[in-house]
């Protein structure tokens, strides 16, 4: 079921991205319309300006945009790892507060969060693989 989400998601996501494929470009992210994300075991209320997504390596860069008070749960991932570079706001993370020019990588497999956005937080998100979601209990 988890697999048919993200393959669904990441299907639809294809038709919203600023570009695909393996071929150079420039996009003004400024341009390019703040989407609702929905991912199975992750609260509402992010949003996303998605940047670039490439089939053949399964790659996907993205604006993630925060509200306050958003709770994002301890959670792994099998298929991919993840780079965090904070753009501007505050994360509080397990390990201390993540704030703008921080960066931050989590392996595939490796548990990472809670976390929590202390201020409107936005972030430069981008998956080295297939982009899968799974909450540690």
């Not at 053949?56 to 860069?61: A, F, G, Q, V």
């Not at 991919?80 to 993540?98: E, N, S, T, V």
Request: glycine share 8%; aromatic share 10%; hydrophobic share 40%.
């Amino acid at each position: 079921m988890i697999k048919k989400l993200v393959l669904a998601l990441a299907i639809a996501m294809l038709a919203l991205v600023a570009a695909t494929g393996d071929s150079s470009f420039t996009v003004k992210t400024s341009e390019i319309a703040w989407q609702a994300v929905a991912i199975d075991g992750m609260p509402a209320g992010l949003q996303a300006r998605p940047l670039h997504e490439n089939p053949r390596t399964k790659m996907s860069s993205s604006i993630v945009q925060y509200p306050k008070g958003f709770h994002e749960p301890r959670h792994h991932h099998n298929t991919c790892g993840h780079y965090i570079y904070i753009l501007k706001g505050r994360l509080q993370a397990p390990g201390g507060d993540l704030v703008a020019g921080m960066f931050t990588y989590a392996a595939p497999k490796e548990p990472h969060g809670p976390f929590t956005a202390l201020e409107p937080t936005e972030i430069l998100f981008y998956t080295d693989g297939a982009f899968d979601f799974i909450v540690d209990k």
